[in-house]
């Protein structure tokens, strides 16, 4: 039986998410159904893409994938299935299917026409489920839906390469639980265009001259404990899907704050990468 996963805006305050699972369980008793996120912010296409981007691969292949993030159907907005890299995701056309896989063509995408289907307001409960338990069963794209070929596609946020490639102009894509800022910057163009050089990353007026590759490398074990860095230190580090992330360390964002609260960054605002 495939894994069936779930990333939605729903939250966990209300009903929706218990009743998406237990229509799933109905339909197929023994589904095996993984939350990724219910905490997307509302509406929000390029963090669900985000999120998704960089967890999809890690399931194995023939995987479900339910996005339930801006999920009414409008003219310009239809409810598709998707087969792309061996995963099948059922989401509504709204961009966030050519955001996860904007390097990788889709094997198959079909307009979902299912019969008598409910016109209520939860159609992730009302469509999108009963397409996943289809696929679950062994069914096939065609079965559910008519070929299509308007798949719409946004862009992701590119950096800029300035100065004759002496700047990386980088915006923020990601705030974590910790408060954490990821940046759209990533390791593989970072050194490219570093050659060796020594470079400071400035975010607001703060400038960092080091990346880790984890949180603790912050730390000096060598020094005494009155010298090191520590809690509450801003770092910067390749996280683990090879962006460049500023991060504060153990750092709580609902009592001392995090690197987006303490260095006052929001989605979209600039990080730039000086090479010096």
Known sequence: MAVITLTTDFGLKDHFVGAIKGTIYRELAEAKIVDISHGISPFNIHECAYILKN????????????VGVDSEPTAENKHIAVLVDGHYFISANNGVVSLITSEISATKVVEINIPNPLHGS????????????????????????????????????????????????????????YG????????????????????????????????????????N????????????????????SDYI????????????????????????DTITVNFL
């Not at 967890?55 to 339910?66: A, D, L, Q, R």
């Not at 940046?183 to 593989?188: A, L």
């Open 245 to 268: 992330e500023l991060a504060i360390y153990k750092s709580d964002l609902n009592t001392v704050g995090g690197a987006s609260s303490l260095l006052g960054l929001d989605y979209r």
């Open 221 to 240: 074990f060598k020094l005494e404990k009155n010298q090191r860095k520590g809690p509450g230190d801003l770092l910067a580090l390749f996280n683990s």
């Open 122 to 177: 939860f159609p992730v409960l009302d469509v999108f489920v009963q397409v996943a338990c289809h696929i679950a069963r062994g069914g096939t794209l065609e079965v559910v839906g008519k070929l299509f070929d308007q798949l719409k596609e946004l862009k992701e946020f590119a950096p800029r390469i300035t100065d004759n490639g002496d700047t990386i102009v980088g915006s923020v894509i990601y705030i974590d639980n």
């Open 180 to 219: 954490n800022v990821i940046s759209n910057i990533r390791k593989n163009l970072f050194e490219a265009y570093r050659n060796g050089r020594p470079f400071t990353i400035n975010a607001r007026n703060r400038k960092i001259s080091e990346i880790h590759n984890t949180y603790s490398d912050i730390i």
């Open 55 to 66: 967890s999809y691969k890690v399931f194995p292949e023939g995987t479900i994938h339910i």
